[in-house]
């Protein structure tokens, strides 16, 4: 089929893919499901069938909390509520870890924050990992632990999300005081009153400019400076 090789290895808990593997992670996959006729019911006899540890009871109970309507076609269910479906499917056999590929994306705000909010709850009931991939960075920042930025292919950022924010900030000033601030300046933006720079070791420049107003960065703010910004 002309396929290229993969290269390197993928491990899981520290050791290779095996058939085990699989009862110990979940996914949630854009366009990938079950039939689109299948009914709920249908989803869980698979279900039972696939995975030894599948939590039948534990599986209903997550969708009586969303208000899940038993009696639809999957093709009959809206989208929040088939992201809802494939996150409950992906957890009730209790994994310990979830790979989740933009799994609020094109969701209304309410609905996104109700899954985010799940996702948060599962996330303290025991030892357990997400691996979160999304271009919705304000639920990155609602629930990441640690954050990797991958740009253009390449890992340009891997830190702790807490860290990342307390590390880096927003200057305004003028391009002319720019030079003045030496490594601390990572990357700058022009706009029509000011440049602005994304600065690092922010409690270490305000103890060397203590005049100088240093605003917050977010997740975003950052992400955005380090794609983009002009220096």
């Not at 899981?12 to 949630?28: L, T």
């Not at 038993?70 to 809802?84: A, C, F, V």
């Not at 860290?163 to 022009?190: P, Q």
Request: with cysteine.
């Amino acid at each position: 089929m002309d396929l290229y090789r993969y290269d390197g290895d993928i491990k899981v808990f520290g050791e290779k893919i095996h058939k085990e593997s699989f009862e110990k992670i979940g996914a949630v996959i854009p366009d990938s499901f079950f039939n689109d006729s299948f009914k709920i019911k249908d989803v869980v006899d698979i279900l039972k069938v696939a995975y030894k540890n599948f939590d039948e009871e534990s599986f209903y109970d997550c969708a009586d909390k969303f208000k899940m309507p038993r009696d639809k076609k999957l093709n009959e269910l809206s989208t929040g509520n088939l992201m809802k479906l494939k996150i409950i499917s992906a957890i009730c056999h209790k994994p310990e870890l979830l790979i989740f590929d933009e799994p609020t994306s094109g969701l209304d705000p309410v609905v996104r924050d109700e899954i985010i909010g799940f996702l948060f709850d599962y996330m303290r009931d025991g030892d357990r990992t997400i691996l979160f991939s999304s271009h919705i960075l304000s639920d990155i920042e609602k629930i990441a632990d640690y954050i990797i930025y991958i740009h253009q292919g390449r890992v340009i950022l891997y830190d702790e999300k807490d860290s990342l924010i307390e590390k880096y900030g927003i200057l305004k000033t003028s391009e002319e005081n720019l030079k003045n601030y030496g490594d601390f300046i990572l990357k700058t933006r022009k706009n029509k009153y000011s440049t602005e720079a994304l600065i690092k070791n922010v409690q270490v420049f305000k103890e060397f400019y203590p005049n100088e107003v240093v605003d917050r960065a977010n997740v975003e703010d950052i992400m955005i400076f380090l794609s983009r910004g002009g220096q």
